[in-house]
């Protein structure tokens, strides 16, 4: 039997009632490959990663090592801007993302997997109010009334801090902030009461102290509804203090996961670390802050062995010749390091 068939539609519809029983939306060995200059080449590169209700985990590393591609991938959006599969899996409960029918597809969408963008005036479409666009969400998900749509629509904004909910509904995206935006879309996303929201960036694009309020409010959302959540982020400090896993991200390949209290206690890559060094939080006031030298490679232009050894302080000339297998550490922790070992 293929496995397309193993996921009737009743399991979808089961599963939306116990959706707080859900079990593990898990990425194995994923490769997605894109096209530059009319040639395939992997972007992304045998990427494992788990997520379960109740954690965060957070998926980390600098602009254009593949993090969003991974993200989009487990959706399946990026399909129509010629990403493509070339191995590997993401089963949710396990049930493989790829074997399902478009039909299926569009009720995990939402319904058990939501996205939260980084910019949130793209994601919402400004020709209409908020209210008719939480409303369809809630409409393509749960089997409700316009009026009924209407009343969830307002609890919603209510749950993500915005009291005026009823005025809001009324309000097209352009007359609101970029933090109130960012609350709608996050409202959008709790709409049809899903397992596992993947944020991508959510702050990034928002004032230093609107960042806060919007942290908190979605490790809020996360704890009482025991979510599963990918924050997807290029800052070291924001996983910190959110998330409860981590996976370092280089060059389309995991380079170092582990709880974040380890890896925080241990960091292991030498990628890790600098990425560590660069948080504002552990820089000299008044002094710049630390980059790391040189830059991520883009696909197509990975080095041999260890993408990271150009920019490496403690390559040695193994580095570009060998794949570093990945090393076990400790627990959960686990480090893609030939010279892991080796004092630093
Ligand atoms: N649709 C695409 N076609 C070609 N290249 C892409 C596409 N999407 C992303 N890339 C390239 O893949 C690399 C990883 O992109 P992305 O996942 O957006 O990185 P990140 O989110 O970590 O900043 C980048 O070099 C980017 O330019
Ligand atoms: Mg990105």
Known sequence: MESAELISDSFVESSLQLRHNA????????????????????????VSLRLEPGRVLGLVGE??????????AILRLGEHQGVEK??????????????????????????????????????LNPVFTIGSQITEV??????????????????????????????ILKQYPDSLSGGMRQRVLIAMAMAADPDYIIADEPTTALDVSVQKRIVALLLDLQ????????LVTHDFGLVAEMCDDVAVMY???IVESGTVAEI??????????????????????????PVIAGQVPPPGRW??????????????????????????????????????????
């Open 23 to 46: 079990a593990m939306l898990e990425i194995s060995d994923l490769s997605l490959s894109v096209s530059i200059q009319g040639e395939r080449v992997d972007a992304v590169s045998a």
């Open 63 to 72: 602009s254009g090592c593949g993090k969003s591609l991974t993200a989009q």
């Open 86 to 123: 070339s191995s590997g899996d993401i089963s949710l409960d396990g049930n493989s993302l790829f074997d399902m029918s478009d039909e299926q597809l569009r009720r995990v969408r939402g319904g058990h997997i939501a996205m939260i963008f980084q910019e949130p005036m793209t994601a």
């Open 138 to 167: 809630i409409r393509l998900h749960l089997d409700m009334s316009a009026q009924q749509a209407n009343q969830r629509a307002i609890d919603l904004l209510l749950d993500v801090g915005m009291q005026d909910a009823e005025q």
């Open 223 to 230: 704890k009482k509804r025991n979510l599963g959540l990918l």
């Open 251 to 253: 060059a389309g390949e």
């Open 264 to 289: 925080f206690d241990h960091p292991a890559h030498p990628y890790t670390r600098a990425l560590m060094g660069c948080r504002p939080e552990v820089s000299t006031p008044g002094e710049a802050l």
């Open 303 to 344: 080095p041999a062995g260890c993408h990271f050894a150009k920019r490496c302080p403690l390559s040695e000339d193994d580095c570009s010749q060998a794949v570093a297998a990945d090393v076990w550490v400790k627990g959960e922790h686990i480090v893609r390091c030939l010279h892991v070992g080796d004092p630093s």
